[in-house]
């Protein structure tokens, strides 16, 4: 499976940015996708993910309310609206598809990984 992210970039605080990660190669029935991050000397967090129907969803504390993941199973592509941006959610964010609904919150339960975008707030 091959995860090609983008959308990142520089953004001020409040500001809102849209990620996208389209997957191909290797399909599954019913993969959860999700989206990680990782700041610098931090490691890597869970930050949302959507099952294959879209009928469920999670977020990490840190983003509920304000970052919202959806996904297009036609084109395989999940996406990350981010709102409201502050400087603590600079981060290299990452896509990755959990094929077994497995952990849907825990890296453990994915399997493959995109390469990562970098967002970046600045104040």
């Known amino acids: 499976v091959q995860l090609q992210a983008s959308g990142g970039g520089l953004v001020q605080v409040g500001g809102s940015l849209r990620l996208s990660c389209a997957a191909s190669?290797?399909?599954?029935?019913?993969?959860?996708m999700g989206w990680f991050r990782q700041a610098p000397g931090k490691e890597r967090e869970f930050v949302a993910a959507?099952?294959?129907?879209?009928?469920?969803?999670y977020y990490a504390d840190s983003v509920k309310g304000r970052f919202t993941i959806s996904r297009d199973n036609a084109k395989i592509t999940v996406y990350l609206q981010m709102n409201s941006l502050k400087p603590e959610d600079t981060a290299v964010y990452y896509c990755?598809?959990?094929?077994?609904?497995?952990?849907?919150?825990?890296?453990?339960?994915?399997?493959?990984w995109g390469q990562g975008t970098l967002v970046t707030v600045s104040s």
């Open positions: 990755a598809v959990n094929p077994y609904y497995r952990a849907a919150t825990r890296i453990d339960g994915y399997n493959y």
């Open positions: 190669g290797r399909t599954f029935s019913r993969p959860v």
């Open positions: 959507i099952t294959w129907s879209s009928d469920s969803t």
